[in-house]
């Protein structure tokens, strides 16, 4: 995720304080992953730079912290764009799970427990997320959901693996 | 070996249609209030090891006990009134019956063990309010949608507050939406009584509803709780 882009984002509803800004980010992005305070200043002095932000205002005894920033046309503009471009596609190659099936294959081991423990593994958070989404609130559970999706289209991949562990295990050992 | 203080426990369950082998050695175990999901391929004897927990198919071999009972020790009629009496279905397809309004519908178990009409009616009318569907009491089930059906079918599965629900992919025909809902009201429902549920399904959105997963593959029901510390 961009983080320089949802900040500005986050600026075009009115101009606000560095310390307001994690705080909205925070409440919205970043349930796991809360900003550092670093973070958000190293970001606003580079959108600062670049011309996307200004400084709206100053409060008195103040240090960088106190700054009140407001997005630029220009910023606007990047927002824009930034929205209207779509994320590159990038498919999770399974590249780990996969060396390890093959490795267990090719050694002996049983290939099919390294599926039925990572089965588990994910089926694990997959009930936290179920369970947090139910007592969320719509933006918690779209958030769960995206997760949910693609821990789901993970298992998806085990389950065709698991049914394709002997084709597999001939092909490693030929 | 069956678990200590389980509701429901199968051990070292076969059985073959002909010369197909369906269940090859399952065991399984659920205790009261506990959701556990049944996964695995299709084909795998996921519906199988449910209808012999259900007492609807006698296995070849090995045991079911319900409540300290061997459910093969008891005659059809026995079976049944117990599946009437302690035991709620929902399935994916065709649940409902036709000629009869929603109501009727949820009400009828109530009714097959001879509770009276309005008695039964009353009782189908709380379960129709908590899934949300009061208000399609009247309607005949062609009338509503499928979620609304499934919602019917969840209710009619609760009147008799059963002790263990059989769920055979109770979402497989709804969309995501309305699956995830009939989900949280069956197993919010079903946590509320302490009521056990089996949860077939094939799908892991489905499965993370529940409080722990059952691996079928070739016949063979493996219970997942001692690989989780593993991976």
């Known amino acids: 995720m961009s983080i320089a882009h949802t900040l500005l984002g986050l600026l075009e509803a009115g101009p606000r304080h560095g310390y307001d800004l994690k705080r909205a980010f925070d409440e919205r992005f970043g349930h796991d992953r809360p900003l550092h305070y670093g973070q958000v200043y190293s970001t606003m002095s580079r959108l600062l730079k670049n011309g996307l932000v200004e400084v709206d205002g100053v409060e008195a005894g103040g240090g960088p912290e106190r700054k009140r920033y407001a997005i630029t046309d220009a910023g606007v503009t990047d927002v824009e764009q930034w929205l209207g471009r779509p994320e590159k596609p990038e498919p999770y190659l399974q590249s780990t799970l996969y060396t390890k099936v093959v490795l267990a294959l090719l050694t002996g081991r049983p290939a099919d427990a390294i599926l039925d423990a990572q089965r588990a593994e994910h089926l694990r958070l997959m009930r936290d997320l179920t369970r947090r989404k139910s007592s969320g609130d719509l933006a918690d559970q779209l958030i769960c959901d995206h997760a949910l999706f693609h821990l789901e289209a993970d298992l998806r991949w085990l389950e065709l693996t698991a049914a394709r562990l002997d084709r597999l295990s001939k092909e490693v050992q030929a | ?231």
């Open chain 2, 1 to 231: 070996m069956i678990p200590a203080g389980s509701l429901l426990a199968a051990s070292g369950l076969r059985k073959a249609y002909g010369l197909t082998t369906a269940l090859d050695g399952a065991d399984f175990s659920i205790h009261p209030g506990e959701v556990v999901a049944v996964m695995g391929p299709s084909g795998s004897g996921k519906s199988t090891l449910l209808h012999c927990l259900a007492g609807i198919l006698r296995p070849d071999a090995g045991t079911v006990r319900y409540d300290g009972r061997d459910l093969s020790a008891l005659s059809d009629a026995e079976r049944s009134a117990l599946r009437r009496s302690e035991f709620g279905f929902v399935f994916q397809f065709g649940q409902l019956v036709p000629e009869l309004t929603c109501l009727e519908n949820a009400a009828l178990p109530l009714r097959l063990t001879g509770t009276k009409r309005k008695d039964a009616e009353a009782t189908a009318l709380r379960w129709l309010e908590h899934l949300e569907v009061a208000d399609v009491r009247h309607h005949r089930p062609g009338q509503i949608s499928g979620g609304q059906q499934q919602r019917v079918a969840v209710a009619r599965s609760l009147v008799t507050t059963p002790r263990v629900i059989f769920a055979d992919e109770p979402t497989g025909a709804l969309d995501s939406l309305n699956g995830e809902r009939v989900l949280e009201l069956l197993t919010k429902a079903a946590r509320e009584t302490r009521a056990a549920v089996v949860l077939v399904t094939h799908e892991a959105r489905v499965a993370a509803y529940s409080d722990r997963e059952v691996v079928v593959r070739d016949g063979r029901a493996r219970d997942m709780a001692g690989v989780h510390g593993a991976a």
